[in-house]
């Protein structure tokens, strides 16, 4: 039976290593173990504690630099049917402009079991485009049933369970694009 204790701190531990080898410095991620009448899960991010689980952001900087944006990282993590080892969950990655977490980028989100239709694993874009927008025109003149909204309101998918989106990934994207200042290798 998986020890959750070990398990999480372990798992905070080596994202935490991960983004201050990479995009941040000096950062720390917590685990909190939530007990519910049924259900145990674990929640991972930074300045969270057991009173409060709300996920404080990452400010993108090496160093003392401004901030190039903020990241939004949150796990939600449970034991394996078998209780042998710590499984994802709940995973959301999130760009922000500022450290309020209001002006958002890009956002990457996993759910094991959503709880509505769009895909276990989806990326939303902040912005806008007007060919996009030309085609939901088109598909609702067509008699489709998309509604009006933004770029941000649609989910794109991105592989369901076994291709879940990484915060390597994240961390390749903000690399390979130039977006955050990176530490060598």
């Given at each position: 039976?998986?020890?959750?204790?070990?398990g999480?701190?372990?798992?905070?531990?080596?994202?935490?290593?991960?983004?201050?080898?990479?995009?941040?410095?000096?950062?720390?991620?917590t685990?909190?173990?939530?007990?519910?009448?049924?259900?145990?899960t674990?929640h991972?991010?930074?300045?969270?504690?057991?009173?409060?689980?709300?996920?404080?952001?990452?400010?993108?900087?090496?160093?003392?630099?401004?901030?190039?944006g903020?990241?939004?990282?949150?796990?939600i993590?449970?034991?394996?049917?078998?209780?042998?080892?710590?499984?994802?969950?709940?995973?959301?990655?999130?760009?922000y402009?500022?450290?309020?977490?209001?002006?958002?980028?890009?956002?990457?989100?996993?759910?094991?079991?959503?709880?509505?239709?769009?895909?276990?694993?989806?990326?939303?874009?902040?912005?806008?485009?007007?060919?996009?927008d030309?085609l939901?025109?088109m598909?609702?003149?067509?008699?489709?049933?998309?509604?009006?909204?933004?770029l941000?309101?649609f989910h794109?998918?991105?592989?369901?369970?076994?291709?879940?989106?990484s915060?390597?990934?994240?961390?390749?994207?903000?690399?390979?694009?130039?977006?955050a200042?990176?530490?060598?290798?």
């Amino acid at each position: 039976m998986i020890d959750l204790h070990a398990g999480s701190r372990f798992f905070a531990a080596e994202v935490t290593s991960l983004l201050n080898r990479t995009v941040t410095q000096g950062i720390r991620l917590t685990a909190v173990i939530a007990r519910r009448q049924t259900t145990t899960t674990v929640h991972v991010g930074k300045g969270i504690g057991p009173q409060d689980l709300s996920v404080k952001p990452i400010p993108l900087t090496i160093g003392n630099k401004p901030a190039a944006g903020h990241l939004f990282i949150g796990y939600i993590l449970k034991a394996d049917p078998e209780e042998n080892y710590l499984t994802v969950d709940k995973s959301q990655y999130g760009l922000y402009l500022d450290d309020g977490l209001e002006n958002m980028l890009v956002h990457w989100d996993y759910e094991r079991e959503p709880a509505n239709s769009y895909g276990m694993a989806h990326v939303q874009v902040n912005g806008r485009c007007e060919h996009f927008d030309q085609l939901t025109e088109m598909a609702r003149a067509a008699g489709r049933t998309c509604p009006e909204r933004s770029l941000r309101e649609f989910h794109f998918p991105v592989g369901g369970r076994r291709f879940r989106p990484s915060l390597e990934d994240v961390v390749e994207f903000l690399a390979v694009e130039g977006l955050a200042e990176m530490r060598p290798n």
